[in-house]
């Protein structure tokens, strides 16, 4: 079994994901480290969509269910750093919010509680409008000392090549990586293009054999195999 860091983590749930489904990804990791030191963010659908439907306001949703995971784990494991293992769009709500700066009307000061954040299949880069409002305000506000007090690894998998003339599943995938980026003649974990994960200051890592989606019976992320791979950052 790979040597893995102790430190508490805690899970944040990707854009239309919920608490639930991250539960495999937890218990994976607690065979390297203690269960007790593992949460996830209590993220819900509404938080991600709004009743009624606000999705402009869901990092805000998104930010105060993090905030409360940081504040009970901190008083858990006081004076232990924190990392957050954040999924796809659940990465960019991360940073802003540990950016500390306002955002639509919301700042959160975590006091240097988390050191570290790992991002599976965040897009940094993307033309989509909804994440386009997060990635604008962390381009604005992201300065090269941020990276001194917080440490981000930016992981995703290229398992997944687009190609609009290829077979159905390269069809496909073409597809959403042009809904992400302007090309879809790229790699990427099905969902998300790899080079729209890459952020300048991060350690970006590309694996590869695991997929985008945590649902059933896939190699996304959170399985064991997904795990394995980029367990080593932590």
């Given at each position: 079994m790979k040597a893995v860091a102790q430190n508490p983590i805690i899970i944040i749930p990707?854009?239309?994901?919920?608490?639930?489904?991250?539960?495999?990804?937890?218990?994976v990791l607690a065979g390297y480290l203690p269960g007790e030191r593992i949460a996830i963010a209590p993220v819900t659908l509404v938080d991600w969509v709004g009743f009624p439907p606000s999705p402009e306001k869901?990092?805000?949703?998104?930010?105060?269910?993090?905030?409360?995971?940081?504040?009970k784990m901190a008083a858990k494991f006081p004076g232990e750093p924190i990392t957050l293992v954040a999924h796809s769009g659940?990465?960019?709500?991360?940073?802003?919010?540990?950016?500390?700066?306002?955002?639509?009307?919301?700042v959160y000061h975590s006091g240097g509680l988390v050191e570290k954040l790992v991002t599976l299949g965040t897009p940094f880069h993307t033309h989509e409008h909804y994440?386009?409002?997060?990635?604008?305000?962390?381009?604005?506000?992201?300065?090269?000392?941020?990276?001194?007090?917080?440490?981000?690894?930016?992981?995703?998998?290229?398992?997944?090549?687009?190609?609009?003339?290829?077979?159905?599943?390269?069809?496909?995938?073409?597809?959403?990586?042009?809904?992400?980026?302007?090309?879809?003649?790229?790699?990427?974990d099905g969902i998300v293009p790899a080079k729209s994960c890459f952020l300048e200051g991060a350690e970006n890592i590309t694996i590869a054999d695991a997929e985008h989606l945590p649902t059933p019976?896939?190699?996304?992320?959170?399985?064991?195999?997904?795990?394995?791979?980029?367990?080593?950052?932590?």
């Open positions: 990707g854009v239309l994901f919920w608490e639930s489904l991250y539960d495999t990804m937890k218990d869901s990092t805000n949703r998104v930010m105060k269910a993090i905030d409360r995971s940081v504040r659940g990465g960019t709500v991360a940073m802003i919010y540990l950016l500390e700066k306002p955002f639509q009307g919301d994440a386009r409002i997060k990635t604008d305000f962390i381009f604005r506000h992201l300065r090269p000392d941020f990276f001194e007090r917080c440490r981000v690894v930016s992981v995703v998998s290229n398992k997944y090549h687009g190609n609009f003339q290829g077979s159905f599943v390269e069809k496909m995938c073409f597809q959403f990586y042009k809904s992400v980026l302007e090309d879809g003649n790229v790699a990427g019976h896939t190699r996304w992320y959170g399985t064991k195999e997904g795990v394995e791979q980029w367990i080593q950052w932590l």
